[in-house]
């Protein structure tokens, strides 16, 4: 079945600007999580969602935020944007763990490479 | 606070030997703990997992080892190939939400 897939790829802004992330999950799976990836932070937990709700939250500002819509598909959006947010951001989905997936085992996208300027 | 950490940015191993890749955690909660490997431009997929209530769990040529007591585990890889270079992430679930490390650079030398 087709994986996680997240639009755009790659994107360039500039700063103050904002940005908008899509994130389609594995068919069937109802959570979606958001990741920061930077060098030497390795993977920061932004969000996730379930059933169009924000059930975690990771520690960041109010500029990103996300939602969920009733097909699963996941938005994150960071507004005014600065040059520390370039990173690439990582959208994974997953069977809930209340379904018996008990591992909690991710399927993560190839990212958005997002660069700002 | 960095709950989840990998100390080593890098490792490097020779074809045919051991990579020993190394995660310390700060939270007794975490109940699920995870490996992770990322090529470039990829996103990570998943290696291996342990449960909380077990010491050890293998698939292949990959081993998970956690003591609990140490708030520590380690991925162990025999025998390397070249293939396995690429970075490791350690990751620790509670309540649904993964915890991540900082990940390892594994390179495996020919």
């Known amino acids: 079945k087709a994986g996680v897939t997240q639009t755009p790829r790659y994107l360039i802004k500039t700063r103050g600007q904002q940005v908008t992330l899509s994130c389609s999950p594995i068919s069937g799976h109802r959570s979606v999580s958001w990741y920061q990836q930077t060098p030497g932070q390795g993977l920061q937990f932004l969000f996730e969602?379930?059933?169009?709700?924000?059930?975690n939250k990771g520690n960041f500002p109010g500029r990103f935020s996300g939602r969920q819509f009733s097909n699963s598909r996941s938005e994150m959006n960071v507004s005014t944007l600065e040059l520390g947010d370039s990173a690439l951001y990582l959208c994974a989905s997953s069977l809930p763990l209340t379904s018996g997936s008990d591992t909690g085992e991710l399927f993560f996208g190839e990212g958005s490479r997002l660069t700002v300027l | 606070d960095q709950q989840v950490k990998q100390n080593s940015p890098s490792l490097s191993v020779q074809e045919g030997r051991i990579s020993i890749l190394n995660c310390d955690y700060t939270?007794?909660?975490?109940?699920?703990f995870l490996w992770y490997k990322k090529y470039p431009a990829e996103g990570p997929t998943f290696l291996i997992s342990i449960s909380s209530i077990k010491d050890k769990n293998e698939d292949g040529r990959f081993t998970v080892f956690l003591n609990k007591s140490a708030k520590h585990l380690s991925l162990h890889i025999v025998p390397s190939q070249p293939g396995d270079s690429a970075v490791y992430f350690c990751a620790a679930s509670e309540g649904g939400k993964l915890i991540f490390g900082q990940g390892t650079e594994l390179s495996v030398k020919p």
């Open positions: 969602y379930f059933s169009e709700t924000q059930r």
């Open positions: 939270n007794s909660m975490f109940d699920y």
